[in-house]
């Protein structure tokens, strides 16, 4: 059964670092990986879409890699800003039916 | 031009009262997906559509019913809830080309309360 974990829960941080995001999953076979960003009382905002085939995606500050036979994907985002503040969510499918199995996420804090 | 919506918003209901959320997208896509996400803020699959019928059914209580009239609407429906059913709801939607699927959009969510 597959289970992703995203470490750290929560991180606070001062603006302008930049920083990672990890996520790991645990079956190794999966068909894609998508990152999300939850504003509180909001629903998701898809970030980027990495393939199984694909080694990295970038979307302006953001960066996500995908390492499929270790298990991970992180995402980096270069230059946080305040704006960033938000929980990230992970989330792998593991076949064409395209079913999400979430990680718990990580609730970012970007101070000013 | 919100591109995957839900009704209401909000719903408080009692226990044992039969209640229904909409969802509508009007991206064109084909698949459609209900979330929920609990307490803890944890995201679980319950159901997908693709083309009005249905490829994903997880272990979901009989109390609830998706409904998807036609390939831009997917309506879930509550028989007889009960407190566990306080979560927020999402729907979600994707297309599928050739068997593959893009990313999925999700709609800003259902905060269903059961006193």
């Known amino acids: 059964k597959q289970e992703v974990t995203q470490i750290p829960a929560a991180l606070s941080v001062p603006e302008g670092e930049n920083l990672v995001l990890n996520c790991s999953f645990t079956?190794?076979?999966?068909?894609?990986l998508q990152w999300f960003r939850q504003d509180p009382g909001k629903g998701l905002t898809s970030l980027l879409l990495?393939?199984?085939?694909?080694r990295e995606q970038t979307s302006g500050r953001l960066n996500a890699s995908l390492d499929k036979s270790s298990g991970r994907s992180t995402l980096y985002i270069a230059a946080s800003q305040p704006g960033d503040s938000a929980t990230y969510l992970c989330?792998?499918?593991?076949?064409?039916?395209?079913?999400?199995?979430f990680g718990s996420g990580t609730r970012l804090l970007v101070r000013p | 031009d919100t591109a995957v919506s839900q009704t209401p918003k909000y719903l408080v209901t009692q226990m044992g009262n039969d209640k229904s959320i909409k969802c509508e997208q009007n991206?064109?896509?084909?698949?459609m997906y209900w979330y929920k996400q609990d307490s803890k803020k944890f995201l679980k699959i319950m159901f997908s559509?693709?083309?009005?019928?249905?490829?994903i059914n997880e272990t979901v209580p009989n109390r609830f019913s998706p409904k998807s009239p036609d390939k831009a609407h997917l309506n879930l429906h509550i028989n007889s809830l009960e407190l566990g059913d306080s979560a927020v709801y999402f729907c979600?939607?994707?297309?599928?080309?050739?068997?593959?699927?893009?990313?999925?959009?999700f709609g800003p969510g259902t905060r269903l309360t059961v006193t």
């Open positions: 979600a939607s994707t297309v599928s080309t050739s068997g593959s699927f893009s990313e999925q959009y």
């Open positions: 079956d190794s076979a999966i068909y894609n």
């Open positions: 990495i393939q199984s085939s694909q």
């Open positions: 989330a792998v499918s593991m076949d064409s039916s395209y079913k999400l199995i």
């Open positions: 991206l064109g896509h084909d698949t």
């Open positions: 559509y693709n083309n009005k019928e249905l490829i």
